[in-house]
């Protein structure tokens, strides 16, 4: 992967790798200036985390490197870099899961799954080649990694194959005579033919042995001269070689080949050249002699096979060491080692490379060199390219452009098109604005301001009058590079216009202001009134400036009550709006939509009915549902009632019923809290979610129905409220009982059994049951808890449908040895203090 291009990761890899030396250091370390980090005071901890995170980035070892080495690193501490990590690698690794991945002195990430299949690990040595074999340009035809170069074998046999011993011919004769054969090439290179006889085919190629098969079965076949009978010959099978690849190569050898195989067969099955070895000059002997040289980079950089030659029989394929290599880092297409042959130039090298790339600054490159006894920079420039011949070991670091503009100018603001425009020679502020289309209609023409860069690169603000400079009475100002130029709006330098309406119209909001706009438009852009607008009473809050702050009694707002058409007719000659105005709109007195309430259960006419009356009471909602029927439970009615919440009445209705139904919950949680914890239990102060959905569904009310039916509008007779719910059930034949008992039940109701024989029914109270806060919850909703007489509980009367619930004793905290021992302590003082005052 070539990080130099991704310069963002580049420069957060950078950052991360002498972060570490700021740590040691405890200061601020600059990326751009390297010159001042020691690796010998970075730990092996620090070397592992920055191995880690260059595993993470994608970066290898050389790149770093040579990054570090732009930024002022000195050579002596690269070198000292390069073996800490070689040396903390053979130690165990860097990532926490050494046993499958490895991280190389190149900083190549290696997987290691072809050894583990094996049981075995691939050495750092290892590990080390294959990084170096990665970068070095070519070798990854022969890696066994993705892409994998492999020639192919499966391909037809070539007419000039020379046929030899253990080769198989296949003849088929079809026409007036049908035959086939296969035969094998005797050690003396003949076949014998049925009927026709021995045929000597050794040495020579497919097409002559062809040609000699046709003339000896033609004295047999003789319809073959007329075109009757035909025959077709062909290799079945072809022999094996044996070739030896010997020299720099990764598993030297002899290796049993086809016959039609290559040299780049011969190659692959050897794996190829190892780090050390050429690939600019593979020479492939025969017979004691060279039969041709094999340069990879002619296959690489043209596709050129003209010296993969087919091999033969005991050939042998020699690769020697490299004799040039050097190295090419920063912005070119491909940052590797290359081989160089005697006569190329750098502009060879850089043909191998690819190439700069489009962010390659090509003017100058530096190149470190070898001099036999230190290192040695030069400066290489472009128009030495053709000229500068490569030496083995050099460095040629390619640098990115600046990240700078040579002649930019940037105009922002009340424009009609901001950015960024070119510097031409003469550019004054007047004409930048011309190209900028000039000014818009809310420029604020009587300042404006120009950002620059002095020449120490510190920034200096030059203010000017935009009118006068357009007008000519102001000297033009002549733009320099990078300058910034802004002119305001007039909405810039000004809070933002707008108005607010609520209460009865369709769409409550903030609206913009516009000059001259009234109340009628803005009730229109809210869209209207609804149903119970008063269009005679709407209010306007307007602020008040410059008011007496000293004055108690100060004015805060100005406030209008405003009479319109309701039918908003001249709406443009209404009351005339002003910035920041609110306006409510009231309902009209008096006025309430239609309040329903329901009735269910052992009534003769249940169903919905509207509240006709501001007074209208249980006792009327009954009677207008035709009574009960005659196996209705009184006694056992009950009203719900949804719970009152305090809502924001200038909440906005799309918030309305999510915010009313979370402050439902609230309040429903806090009074199921309340009613727990006065039940004496820890463990039910608090409720979940279950409980709490159950008792928002069941707010029910405990009435009296027999009572207020009897005496109606009476102390029970309430009013009635929109949602209510009143319920009559069945007569009821059950008692529940709940809690710390034994066998929690439902029993049937008896009205001569008492609270304590219910319990007795149930298994009786349980040993943690906490008894003088037992209760009864009645059908109709109410409940009624344990009293106490002198030292006795006085139980609840139980009735048809209740429920009875035994709550929990809360768990008691056992005391400790020391509070034993304070405990004793305190007694034994207080005897003393007691005999002492008696003396």
Request: aromatic share 8%; proline share 4%.
């Amino acid at each position: 992967m070539n990080i130099y291009t991704s310069f963002y990761r580049l420069i957060i890899s950078c950052l991360f790798l002498f972060s570490i030396a700021g740590q040691v250091y405890g200061q601020e370390v600059n990326p751009n200036n390297l010159s001042t980090v020691k690796v010998d005071e970075l730990s092996d901890e620090q070397i592992r985390s920055f191995i880690a995170q260059a595993e993470s980035s994608g970066m290898n070892e050389s790149q770093l490197l040579q990054m570090a080495q732009q930024r002022g690193m000195p050579q002596s501490e690269i070198q000292k870099l390069r073996q800490r990590i070689m040396q903390v690698q053979s130690q165990g690794g860097s990532s926490g899961n050494n046993s499958r991945r490895g991280f190389s002195p190149s900083g190549r990430t290696v997987d290691s799954t072809a050894d583990d299949s094996v049981g075995m690990e691939k050495s750092p040595q290892q590990l080390y080649e294959d990084s170096l074999r990665s970068r070095i340009y070519g070798a990854n035809l022969f890696m066994n990694g993705t892409p994998k170069f492999e020639p192919n074998l499966n391909i037809a046999t070539p007419m000039d194959y020379v046929i030899g011993a253990r080769d198989e011919l296949n003849i088929d004769i079809y026409g007036n005579s049908e035959a086939s054969y296969l035969l094998t090439v005797t050690p003396d290179g003949n076949i014998n033919v049925p009927y026709v006889g021995i045929v000597n085919v050794g040495g020579a190629t497919i097409e002559q042995a062809t040609a000699r098969i046709r003339q000896k079965m033609s004295g047999v076949y003789t319809a073959m001269r007329s075109g009757g009978t035909k025959v077709n010959i062909s290799l079945s099978n072809i022999r094996s070689i044996k070739v030896v690849v010997t020299g720099e190569v990764t598993q030297p050898g002899t290796y049993t080949l086809p016959s039609v195989a290559s040299v780049f067969n011969a190659l692959y099955s050897a794996g190829g050249p190892n780090s050390n070895g050429t690939l600019r000059d593979i020479r492939i002997v025969r017979d004691g002699k060279v039969v041709a040289h094999l340069d990879l980079y002619d296959f690489l950089q043209n596709g050129y096979t003209s010296a993969n030659i087919v091999l033969k029989d005991q050939d042998v394929i020699q690769v020697d060491p490299y004799i040039n290599r050097v190295e090419l880092v920063g912005e070119v297409k491909r940052a590797m080692l290359f081989e160089t042959k005697e006569g190329e130039s750098f502009s060879d090298l850089l043909r191998y490379a690819g190439g700069f790339t489009e962010y390659a600054y090509d003017g100058r490159i530096s190149v470190i060199r070898n001099t036999g006894k230190e290192h040695r920079i030069e400066d290489l420039l472009k128009s030495q390219f053709t000229q500068f011949e490569p030496q083995s070991g050099d460095v040629y670091t390619i640098q990115r452009i600046l990240e700078r503009f040579a002649n930019r100018v940037t105009i922002n603001g009340a424009v009609f098109r901001p950015g960024q425009y070119e510097l031409s020679q003469g550019l004054t502020l007047s004409m930048l604005i011309k190209k900028a289309d000039g000014l818009k209609e809310d420029a604020f023409q009587s300042k404006g301001y120009i950002t620059r860069l002095k020449d120490d690169f510190q920034l200096e603000q030059l203010s000017f009058s935009v009118a006068d400079v357009l007008a000519g009475t102001q000297e033009d100002i002549v733009l320099k590079r990078e300058d910034l130029i802004v002119i305001p709006s007039l909405f810039d330098l000004r809070e933002e216009y707008k108005v607010s309406i609520d209460g009865e119209v369709r769409k409550k909001g903030t609206f913009n202001y516009a000059e001259g706009m009234t109340l009628e438009e803005l009730i229109m852009m809210a869209g209207g009134f609804n149903e119970a607008a008063s269009a005679h009473r709407i209010e306007v809050a307007r602020r008040v400036r410059n008011a007496d702050i000293m004055n108690e009694a100060a004015t805060t707002a100005r406030v209008f009550l405003v009479d319109i058409d309701r039918s908003l007719k001249d709406a443009t000659k209404g009351f005339k709006l002003q910035p920041f105005d609110m306006v409510v709109v009231r309902s009209e007195a008096g006025y309430q939509s239609q309040k329903t309430v329901r009735i269910e259960g052992e009534v003769l006419y249940p169903g919905t009915y509207s509240i006709s009356r501001k007074d209208e009471r249980i006792s009327d909602i009954v009677k207008r549902a035709g009574g009960f029927t005659p196996y209705a439970f009184v006694d056992g009615a009950s009203l719900r009632r949804e719970p009152v919440v305090n809502v924001d009445t200038t909440m906005t209705s799309s918030r309305e019923d999510t915010v009313l139904a979370e402050l439902t919950r609230q309040q429903e949680r806090q009074r199921l809290a309340r009613v727990r914890a006065l039940q004496g239990s820890v463990e039910y102060a608090t409720t979940d979610e279950e409980d709490l959905q159950y008792s928002i569904n069941n707010y029910n009310v405990g009435i009296n129905l027999s009572k207020i039916m009897s005496s109606p509008k009476g102390e029970g007779d309430l009013l009635v409220e929109q949602g209510d719910l009143i319920t009559v059930p069945k007569q009821l034949q059950t008692v529940k009982i709940s809690g710390e008992v034994l066998a929690p039940s439902t029993a049937v109701y008896n009205p001569n059994r008492s609270f304590r024989q219910y319990i007795s029914q149930a298994g009786g109270f349980s040993p943690r049951a906490l008894k003088k806060r037992a209760y009864v919850v009645y059908a109709n909703g109410s409940a009624q808890g344990t009293g106490k007489f002198l030292f006795f509980n006085n139980y609840p009367k139980v009735k048809p449908g209740s429920e009875i619930f035994v709550p929990q004793r809360p768990p008691r905290e056992r005391v400790s040895t020391a509070a034993w021992i304070g405990i004793a302590s305190s007694i034994v003082t207080t005897a003393v203090l007691i005999i002492n005052v008696l003396r």
